[in-house]
């Protein structure tokens, strides 16, 4: 079944073909965050592929993730190009890079997962809260529901972590 | 200035030289053209036709890039009386010329045709907008796109500003180094005639403009315009028949990519671009390396993105590409200037071919500027490098051009001034 909603203005939509999305945010939809496990190499992937970048696998389950991380970089969108984004900016895309399968298979290589910055409800974080973000701050998933079948995941900050005393921002406030 | 030894054997060094840039030509660079991406295309075809000094019936191949923007070569080929041995229509923007001129070659190489026309039309300001506003920014957002269009990262520069983020987290690059490139940039097109934006701005002025997306201001960002682009590649044996000394090709990659190209952020150093893979291929093919090149063109969808492939083409050492651009090395009458039209910054957004055709033009001693004009109709070059005067590069006898898709995928290529 082909999985369709409006988010932000967008439509957004699924193929019934396109397994590997649909089982990825019917997980979100869930508000479970489930990566493909790769039944050979055992490597976690992000986003999800038909096989494994690391090996070549074709055969994979989906497994639990912990949605866990610190921002690995940064957007902060001033002049939005999607119509409905323009109410909120300043917005953040965040790149977070995972606890799980740091620097695995290489030095080089990184679970990095993106999402805005929201509030643990999923809704999008004020211009306030936005100015305190940026790399190395430690982050928590969330989702943004947006249809049977379908959420987005987020990234709040992981008010239970230790943060570091000044995470990295672009050096012109 | 002779040029080093032939010393690797691994590449196939007879392709080195073998063909030769014989004809560029573009339209005005205009916001509003109001012409159809197919009259644009005929009008730049026309024109560097003319400039090689043939007839369109020589023209036996033609390729073309697009992102589905343009009009494809049968129509091109049709309009002008062109008919094709050979022709192919490809999907793309940025590192597409480059890696069309590879192509090219190799369809004559194996014997397909003789005489190849490149070409890009595109109206990029009154029809797809290039900053991506406009019909593209409401478009459905379907499967794979879910995981980044559907967080407002959509338009090129906000696709690119993580790469760029990380560089200044990374190696401490300020944001007055990059605006460098603008202002450079804008030096040499206040000298071109044909540059949409002829202005000269200071750091101030780049740093001043408003946010687009952290870490690029408005004048971080290329123009966005209407144009044609075309130029044609053929032997070096043919090109000797034709008008000018043309440039030669000494090597070329093209289309080198990082791993993870489904998302490249995935491998890092997110700071790294493709030309950390393209440099082995380039540089061994063109028996050349970056202290052999006189004159850059660094793809600069974003002042970002020819600073970064500065870096990982070896102009410098990684991270110190905010000093190199700052340095003055790079303006002209500096030891290698680079983007002497303006480039995209300035002269026009056109995928790539502009800062081709420019390069062709300074190995050819020929380029337009506002030096007086001699007798024989072409420019008494005083290499006076202030504002409304020379632009061309003095002594200039090889050129590296650096194409840009993303961090993750470029092009490049290195030519030579003709014999
Ligand atoms: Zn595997
Ligand atoms: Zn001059």
Request: glycine letters at 10%; one cysteine or more.
């Given at each position: 079944?082909s999985v369709?909603?409006?988010?932000?203005?967008?439509?957004l939509?699924?193929?019934?073909?396109?397994?590997?999305?649909?089982?990825?945010?019917?997980?979100?939809a869930?508000h479970q965050?489930?990566?493909?496990?790769?039944?050979?190499c055992?490597?976690?992937?992000y986003p999800?592929?038909?096989?494994?970048?690391?090996?070549?696998?074709?055969n994979?389950?989906?497994?639990?993730?912990?949605?866990?991380?610190?921002?690995?970089?940064?957007?902060e969108?001033?002049?939005a190009?999607?119509p409905?984004?323009k109410?909120?900016?300043p917005?953040?895309?965040l790149l977070?890079?995972?606890?799980?399968?740091?620097?695995?298979?290489?030095?080089?290589?990184g679970?990095?997962?993106?999402g805005?910055?929201t509030?643990?409800?999923?809704?999008?974080?004020?211009p306030?809260?936005v100015?305190?973000?940026?790399?190395?701050?430690?982050?928590r998933?969330?989702?943004s529901?947006v249809?049977?079948g379908?959420?987005?995941?987020?990234?709040?900050?992981?008010?239970?972590?230790?943060?570091?005393?000044?995470?990295?921002?672009?050096?012109?406030? | 200035?002779?040029?080093?030894?032939?010393?690797?054997?691994?590449t196939?060094k007879?392709l080195?030289d073998?063909?030769a840039?014989?004809?560029?030509?573009?339209?005005?660079?205009?916001?509003?053209?109001?012409?159809?991406?197919?009259a644009?295309g005929t009008?730049?075809l026309?024109?560097a036709?003319?400039?090689?000094?043939?007839?369109?019936?020589d023209?036996?191949g033609m390729l073309?890039?697009?992102?589905?923007?343009?009009?494809?070569s049968?129509f091109?080929?049709?309009d002008?009386?062109?008919?094709?041995?050979?022709?192919?229509?490809?999907?793309g923007?940025?590192?597409?010329?480059e890696?069309?001129?590879?192509?090219?070659?190799?369809?004559m190489?194996?014997?397909?045709?003789?005489?190849v026309?490149?070409f890009?039309?595109?109206n990029g300001?009154?029809?797809?907008?290039?900053g991506g506003?406009?019909?593209?920014?409401?478009?459905?957002?379907?499967g794979d796109?879910?995981?980044?269009?559907a967080?407002?990262?959509?338009?090129a520069?906000?696709n690119?500003?993580?790469?760029f983020?990380r560089?200044?987290y990374?190696?401490?690059?300020?944001?007055?180094?990059?605006?460098?490139?603008?202002?450079?940039?804008?030096e040499?097109?206040s000298n071109?005639?044909?540059?949409?934006?002829k202005?000269r701005f200071?750091?101030?002025?780049?740093?001043?403009?408003?946010i687009?997306?952290k870490?690029l201001?408005?004048?971080?960002?290329?123009?966005?315009?209407d144009n044609?682009?075309?130029?044609?590649?053929t032997?070096?044996?043919?090109?000797k028949?034709q008008?000018?000394?043309?440039?030669?090709?000494?090597g070329?990659?093209?289309?080198c990519?990082?791993?993870?190209?489904?998302?490249?952020?995935q491998?890092?150093?997110?700071?790294?671009?493709?030309?950390?893979?393209?440099?082995?291929?380039?540089?061994?093919?063109?028996?050349?390396g970056?202290e052999?090149?006189?004159?850059v063109?660094?793809y600069?969808a974003f002042?970002?993105?020819?600073?970064l492939?500065?870096?990982?083409?070896?102009f410098?050492?990684?991270?110190?590409g905010?000093e190199?651009?700052?340095s003055?090395?790079?303006?002209?009458?500096?030891?290698r200037p680079q983007?002497t039209?303006?480039?995209?910054?300035?002269?026009?957004?056109t995928?790539?071919?502009?800062?081709?055709i420019?390069?062709?033009?300074?190995?050819?001693h020929?380029?337009?500027?506002y030096c007086?004009?001699g007798?024989d109709?072409?420019?008494?070059h005083?290499?006076?490098y202030?504002?409304?005067?020379?632009?061309?590069?003095?002594?200039?006898e090889?050129?590296?051009?650096l194409?840009w898709?993303?961090?993750a995928?470029g092009?490049?290529?290195?030519?030579?001034?003709?014999?």
């Amino acid at each position: 079944m082909s999985v369709k909603g409006d988010y932000m203005g967008m439509a957004l939509s699924i193929d019934d073909l396109d397994g590997e999305n649909i089982s990825y945010f019917k997980h979100c939809a869930e508000h479970q965050f489930h990566l493909q496990k790769c039944d050979d190499c055992a490597l976690v992937r992000y986003p999800p592929t038909t096989a494994c970048p690391f090996c070549s696998g074709g055969n994979a389950t989906w497994t639990a993730v912990e949605g866990k991380g610190a921002v690995y970089s940064y957007l902060e969108v001033h002049h939005a190009i999607q119509p409905a984004f323009k109410a909120k900016t300043p917005y953040l895309v965040l790149l977070v890079e995972l606890d799980t399968q740091q620097g695995q298979p290489t030095p080089d290589d990184g679970l990095r997962v993106a999402g805005n910055l929201t509030l643990p409800n999923g809704e999008f974080a004020l211009p306030e809260v936005v100015k305190t973000v940026g790399i190395g701050t430690r982050v928590r998933m969330v989702f943004s529901d947006v249809a049977e079948g379908l959420a987005l995941p987020q990234w709040t900050i992981d008010e239970t972590a230790t943060q570091p005393a000044k995470p990295w921002r672009y050096p012109q406030e | 200035m002779p040029l080093p030894a032939d010393t690797d054997v691994s590449t196939p060094k007879f392709l080195r030289d073998k063909y030769a840039i014989v004809g560029v030509g573009e339209t005005t660079y205009t916001r509003g053209s109001g012409k159809t991406t197919r009259a644009l295309g005929t009008w730049a075809l026309r024109n560097a036709i003319a400039d090689a000094g043939l007839k369109a019936s020589d023209i036996d191949g033609m390729l073309s890039y697009s992102g589905n923007d343009s009009t494809p070569s049968t129509f091109m080929a049709g309009d002008i009386g062109a008919r094709l041995n050979f022709y192919m229509d490809c999907m793309g923007g940025g590192s597409s010329t480059e890696a069309l001129i590879g192509i090219a070659i190799g369809v004559m190489e194996a014997g397909l045709c003789k005489c190849v026309a490149i070409f890009r039309s595109m109206n990029g300001f009154s029809q797809v907008r290039i900053g991506g506003t406009g019909a593209r920014s409401a478009a459905p957002v379907n499967g794979d796109m879910l995981h980044n269009r559907a967080y407002g990262w959509q338009s090129a520069g906000q696709n690119f500003a993580p790469t760029f983020m990380r560089h200044m987290y990374d190696y401490g690059t300020k944001p007055e180094q990059v605006a460098m490139v603008k202002v450079v940039h804008s030096e040499h097109a206040s000298n071109n005639p044909k540059a949409y934006y002829k202005k000269r701005f200071t750091v101030d002025e780049v740093l001043s403009s408003r946010i687009i997306c952290k870490p690029l201001h408005l004048l971080d960002c290329c123009v966005e315009t209407d144009n044609a682009t075309a130029i044609i590649v053929t032997s070096a044996e043919r090109a000797k028949d034709q008008r000018h000394k043309s440039p030669l090709i000494r090597g070329i990659v093209g289309r080198c990519s990082k791993p993870r190209l489904d998302m490249h952020y995935q491998h890092g150093p997110i700071s790294r671009v493709a030309g950390y893979y393209a440099k082995d291929i380039l540089w061994p093919n063109a028996g050349l390396g970056p202290e052999d090149v006189d004159a850059v063109g660094a793809y600069d969808a974003f002042t970002f993105t020819s600073m970064l492939q500065m870096e990982d083409y070896g102009f410098c050492k990684k991270g110190e590409g905010g000093e190199y651009v700052s340095s003055g090395i790079t303006r002209l009458g500096g030891k290698r200037p680079q983007n002497t039209s303006g480039g995209h910054l300035c002269e026009a957004y056109t995928h790539g071919m502009n800062m081709v055709i420019e390069n062709v033009r300074q190995l050819r001693h020929d380029v337009d500027d506002y030096c007086p004009m001699g007798p024989d109709g072409k420019r008494q070059h005083t290499f006076d490098y202030r504002e409304g005067g020379c632009r061309q590069v003095k002594d200039i006898e090889v050129t590296a051009n650096l194409g840009w898709a993303n961090p993750a995928t470029g092009s490049a290529m290195v030519m030579r001034r003709g014999t």
